[in-house]
């Protein structure tokens, strides 16, 4: 990302969270990063590249289950994965 990472990126929206709200879904895709360093800056969900349709799904339906706006943001993970 050119501006920031996706740490620095998950920091921000969550800090945005308090001001509107609203919670977004936030899924960890990397190469080198671990599961743990994902959630600790408090993304939701984490996929380990190289990503395949089934741990894509498995993801989406765990974070849609009683969360409201991020079905639409999981569909859009799970076509760019096909």
Do not use: W, Y
Request: net charge positive; charged share 25%.
């Amino acid at each position: 990302m050119p501006l920031m990472d996706g740490f620095q990126s998950t920091r921000l929206i969550r800090e945005l969270e308090h001001l509107t709200g609203q919670r977004m879904g936030i899924i960890g895709i990397s190469s080198t990063a671990t599961s743990e360093e994902c959630f600790a800056v408090g993304m939701d969900n984490f996929l380990s590249k190289p990503l395949n349709k089934k741990n894509a799904k498995g993801c989406s339906l765990a974070l849609d289950r009683g969360k409201s706006g991020i079905k639409r943001i999981n569909q859009s993970l799970i076509s760019h994965s096909r």
